[in-house]
């Protein structure tokens, strides 16, 4: 079965501070994507970044990284030097081999305060 | 370009009754995808289409109806409202696998659904 986990529910830190958000998944498939997507307060889904199974290397955009790990079955996400406009609800994503359909992960609601 | 839209934006209904969410791509996608969120639950697959005149079951396919007689139109359809279809609901498009890369979905806006 694939399943994706996101174990933080809410997190709340101040301003600047950086923050990591975890996504566990499951799945016995080999080729695999893995995805992580914002929805900020206006509510719309935006993409950040696509991963496929194949590639582990990390990747950074600006103050966004991603770590994935096979090894551990992770996919987290760090923001460093957290701003306000970070704030949103985080959601990653899994998509498997054989179906264009993302299973989703709970969510984690992000909050920065100021 | 429009990319994702979906009309309404708000709907509220009365135990029973049936209404239609319209989506709309102009992006040429050949997936479309209608998804419903619920607090604590991420999104939820409901039905989707790989191309026109084509459907199939999602995770939480029961209540719901869909069509595709368009490519860039997917509509989804309650024919009777029941309080546990309130929710969120959103739209998604993407292009087709290509050279086995799986493509992002594009959102909609979302409509909000209450029923009574």
């Known amino acids: 079965a694939q399943k994706v986990t996101q174990a933080q529910t809410e997190i709340s830190v101040v301003e600047k501070e950086d923050v990591t958000l975890d996504c566990v998944y499951e799945?016995?498939?080999?080729?695999?994507?893995l995805f992580w997507y914002k929805q900020p307060p206006s509510g719309e889904l935006v993409f950040l970044i696509r991963?496929?199974?194949?590639?582990?290397q990390n990747e950074i955009s600006g103050r966004y990284s991603w770590n994935f790990q096979k090894s551990t079955s992770s996919f987290n996400f760090t923001i460093t030097a957290s701003q306000v406009v970070d704030s949103a609800v985080y959601f990653c994503?899994?998509?498997?081999?054989?179906?264009?359909?993302?299973?989703f992960g709970q969510g984690t609601r992000l909050t920065i305060n100021p | 370009n429009a990319g994702v839209t979906q009309t309404p934006k708000f709907r509220v209904l009365k135990t029973g009754q049936s209404m239609t969410l319209l989506c709309a791509q102009d992006?040429?996608?050949?997936?479309m995808y209608w998804y419903r969120q619920d607090p604590g639950m991420g999104l939820r697959l409901i039905h989707y289409?790989?191309?026109?005149?084509?459907?199939a079951k999602g995770e939480v396919p029961d209540g719901y109806n869909v069509s595709r007689l368009k490519k860039q139109n997917f509509l989804l359809g309650l024919e009777s409202a029941a309080p546990s279809q309130t929710s969120v609901y959103f739209c998604?498009?993407?292009?087709?696998?290509?050279?086995?890369?799986?493509?992002?979905?594009?959102f909609g806006p979302g409509t909000r659904l209450t029923v009574l």
């Open positions: 992006m040429n996608h050949e997936y």
């Open positions: 998604a498009s993407s292009y087709t696998i290509w050279r086995g890369t799986y493509n992002e979905q594009f």
């Open positions: 289409s790989v191309g026109e005149g084509t459907t």
């Open positions: 994503a899994l998509g498997f081999q054989g179906a264009q359909k993302l299973v």
């Open positions: 799945t016995r498939d080999t080729t695999y994507y």
């Open positions: 991963r496929n199974s194949f590639d582990e």
